[in-house]
């Protein structure tokens, strides 16, 4: 698996550089594009890819060795470095690989990168995953060949996945609802479902139904569902069902003061395997208050601004009146 991604797309901009892995000896899958590695405890290897600077310019590159995590879309992310690790981890991916985290590389020309891997010591079963990304820095810096007028918003990087096992043996799947609680990001307030799989595979095809009641009704005041989702091995999704929405009629919706249950019902690898989870939690006047301190809710707004052309008619019918008296 390579992969390019774009942040913030605002201007039509080439990419010139690419990554090109070297086959390993011990790769399970060979039709396969990304590294899959079957290793023996404590196995030392060196993996090997080429950076190619197809610019006039020479460049750097960052490079890490990220573990794999699950976004808030139900998306397998290779992106982040040294986040936090699920409690249940048992080995690290980031901390089995040494490498040199920036390389140089000169213009129209290619340079191996060497990645060297220590398996864990201790038998394991399933999958560590994790991508080997690599970013060319000063992107957003260097846009002095860009038309006049026009700033680089976009950051491009590749992604070369990286998976060792020490077998094949299927794994029985664990999902946990972990916490559930309000928050709030870009205008969108919502509500959280953190949910835990705890064990190192990929929970595949992933569909969740939330819903959310008071506690102890069955009244459903908030709902969402997706289909077609993954979690990574040993990773925390964070699934959002939206209270309110960032315009339009449902801007100002909030939960009020009181205590809620989320309510799961959660399939995976292709409906082989299904959970019903739930998670009480409680919505306070001190979280609302902060939370409408970031998004403000003008849901009274309407009635100050009916109010205050109440009085100014008031006023003006009473200027009139008197005026209309002392003219007699």
Do not use: C
């Amino acid at each position: 698996m390579v992969t390019e991604n774009t942040v913030n797309a605002a201007a039509a901009t080439p990419v010139n550089y690419s990554i090109t892995p070297e086959p390993a000896s011990n790769q399970i899958d060979k039709n396969i594009s990304y590294y899959d590695l079957k290793v023996t405890p404590g196995q030392k290897e060196t993996i090997k890819f080429k950076i190619n600077n197809d610019d006039i310019n020479n460049h750097t590159y960052k490079v890490l060795v990220n573990r794999a995590t699950t976004d808030v879309n139900g998306v397998i992310d290779y992106n982040l470095h040294n986040i936090a690790p699920d409690s249940d981890l048992q080995d690290n991916i980031e901390k089995l690989a040494t490498y040199p985290q920036t390389v140089a590389v000169d213009a129209r020309s290619s340079k191996e990168v060497a990645i060297d891997l220590t398996a864990p010591k201790s038998e394991f079963t399933g999958e560590l995953l994790g991508g080997i990304f690599v970013e060319e820095n000063d992107q957003v810096a260097n846009d002095s060949k860009l038309p006049k007028g026009v700033s680089l918003k976009n950051k491009y990087n590749y992604v070369l996945g990286l998976q060792l096992q020490q077998n094949t043996a299927t794994i029985k799947p664990d999902l946990k609802l972990v916490k559930a609680f309000q928050a709030v990001k870009s205008g969108q307030v919502y509500v959280d479902a953190e949910m835990d799989n705890d064990v190192p595979t990929i929970e595949k095809n992933v569909t969740v139904d939330a819903k959310v009641t008071p506690k102890d009704s069955p009244k459903i005041i908030l709902k969402a569902d997706k289909a077609k989702m993954s979690m990574a091995p040993n990773s925390d999704f964070d699934y959002p069902v939206d209270v309110n929405s960032v315009t339009g009629a449902n801007k100002n919706k909030r939960l009020k003061p009181g205590t809620y249950t989320m309510d799961l019902s959660v399939k995976a690898n292709n409906n082989k395997n299904s959970w019903n989870l739930k998670r009480n939690f409680t919505v306070t006047s001190e979280q609302n208050a902060k939370l409408n301190k970031t998004v403000p809710n003008r849901s009274k707004d309407i009635w100050i601004i009916l109010g205050s052309i109440a009085i100014l008619i008031v006023i003006a019918g009473s200027v009139i009146l008197i005026y209309r008296k002392n003219k007699r």
